[in-house]
């Protein structure tokens, strides 16, 4: 009976021993089952580990993200996580996160590898795309650095909603723009009918503004002038006596300016830096991808 008990009470202990560690696992270790590409699609195109929305606003933006990807035949994926670093030798890349979670789930399985993934590290408040397939083409270096602008008030301010609702939206744009074969890019970057149009109203009210002031100004100097009631109050009584008349050509200045030439660089747009295209690296897979990443 006695060695009974004591075998018992071995086995709680190496339970008491076990049970740690096998649950700081579950919390730190990967999003995915194996370091090898699935062939098919592991997990939902939202995952909101750091619980930034809640649970009516985790169904509304996956089935945004669902009929999104549908619509495209594109994955269209979001992912939050408290610190991307908790889940492999990230260091200072959240880069390399997105693709192995975009790879190891299985998310190329689908649409022929076509597909962008919007990753968000709550901690070190840390951001990354990751694209894959077509989709590399379709959000180009430019496009992801100003779709990323769009995002960037809603993240800063906490409204994460927001934030993924009007990526979800923008994509939009992004897909139509490629499928009409005009990539959004550094010397392609239309504008929507109705942000040309909202501009018309506050530029018409800036330009009143700016011609009123000096109009104002003006009739403010002229207030003690008052009309004469005939032309006597205006000439002058002493004539016009002119006796000498005289020209003289003093110097003369030619001034050269060279004419601009095309070198060909691809630089442009409002924004410099830029060659246009995507630039492509290789994930832990080995598969390619494009893809950006930065701070909030």
């Known amino acids: 009976m006695n060695k009974l008990k004591k075998v018992f009470l071995l086995i709680i202990a190496l339970v008491a021993i076990i ?18 590409v699935p062939t098919s699609r592991q997990k939902d195109r939202l995952l909101d580990n750091a619980d930034l929305l809640s649970n ?24 939050t996580v ?18 192995d979670y975009f790879d190891y789930n299985g998310f190329g399985a689908d649409y022929d590898e076509s597909g962008i993934l919007f990753m968000l590290s709550k901690e070190n ?3 990354a795309f990751s694209t894959s397939g077509t989709a590399i083409d379709v959000f180009t ?18 409204r994460y909603y927001d934030a993924f609702d009007h990526f979800i939206s923008a994509t939009d744009r992004y897909y139509s723009a490629y499928a009409n074969g005009n990539a959004i890019d550094v010397n392609n970057d239309p504008k929507t009918a109705k942000e040309i149009l909202g501009y018309i109203p506050l530029s018409l009210i800036i330009g009143l ?4 002031i000096p109009v104002l100004a003006m009739k403010s100097q002229l207030d003690t002038v008052h009309m004469k009631p005939n032309a006597a109050g205006y000439q002058s009584h002493q004539g016009l006596n002119m006796r000498i008349h ?42 390619s991808h494009g893809g950006s990443h930065g701070h909030f």
């Not at 049970?19 to 090898?36: F, H, K, Q, R, V």
């Open 19 to 36: 049970l740690p560690s096998t649950t700081a696992y579950a919390i730190s270790g990967p999003l995915w089952d194996s370091n090898t």
């Open 56 to 79: 009516e606003e985790e169904a509304d933006i996956l089935a945004k993200l669902d009929a999104a990807s549908q619509k495209y035949s594109s994955n269209i994926v979001i992912v």
């Open 82 to 99: 408290d610190d991307y670093r908790d889940y492999g030798s990230y260091g200072d890349y959240p880069q390399g996160f997105a693709d």
């Open 125 to 127: 408040r840390s951001w």
């Open 141 to 158: 270096d430019y496009g992801q650095d100003e779709l990323i602008d769009t995002m960037l008030p809603y993240l800063s301010d906490g």
């Open 209 to 212: 503004i700016l011609a009123l």
């Open 246 to 287: 005289e020209d003289r050509f003093i110097r003369s200045h030619v001034s050269h300016t060279p004419r601009p030439q095309n070198n060909g660089s691809s630089y442009g747009g409002s924004r410099g830096g830029y060659h246009g295209g995507s630039s492509v690296h290789h994930s832990s897979s080995g598969h």
